[in-house]
């Protein structure tokens, strides 16, 4: 099994309301990078305010750091940690089939949702002071169909769709150790390495896709993703450059 990486933390509690509520609870004393992972959530959530459903089993946890940059450049880490989620799944699966990304946070296995990321941050203006990256995995049950929004992609789990048993420790060093390897790319070379990679991984790339925000919708083909981490469609009044949305196949 792959080694805990070194300089990160790591805090494990049995239950608590939301990894990313302990998170904002350690920061003010937290020495360095600390993964925060809990066995039941009473509060999770997700993107928008979504209640994040968290059966028995799965992994909930959350990368407390104090990156350097401003928030745009913190919030490029939602790509790294997607790619460190697809590693670890190659890893304790030993299989990359059937895996793949959705922008902007989501981890697909057979066309499933796997995995969501959702970031949230701390700091004034355009000083960052900590940056929480919240990661939920259906290791062992996906949530019902009902308990996610209507159109959205159906949940799946690791345990359903290849057969591999993986509890959640033993998940989160695989993960832990593949972020860590990320992140030192990200530091050293920037987002442009990350982000030939996850394109690499992208689901519907090249493929017509909608992009949905509370007040719009953009039908459009998926043509990349761009250097700040827009989504960038090619629609029929040309090319549209999206920075957040929910998006659906």
Known sequence: ??????????????????????????????????WIMAHHQTAARGRRGRTWANPKGNLAATLLMRPQGNPEQAALRSFVAALALFDACVAVTGRAAGLSLKWPNDVLLNGGKLAGILLESTGQGRELSHLAIGIGVNLAEAPPAYAVEQSAVRPVSLLSETGAAVIPEDFLTELASAY?????????????PIRTAWLSRAAKLGEVITARTSTSETVGTFETVDTNGNLVLKTAKGRVSIPAADVFF
């Open 1 to 34: 099994m792959t080694d805990w990486p070194q300089g990160y933390g790591l805090h494990i509690v049995q239950e608590v309301d939301s990894t990313l509520n302990e998170a904002a609870r350690l920061a003010p004393t937290a020495p360095g990078p600390v």
């Open 180 to 192: 860590a390897r990320y992140e030192t790319q990200f530091t050293t070379y920037g987002f442009e």
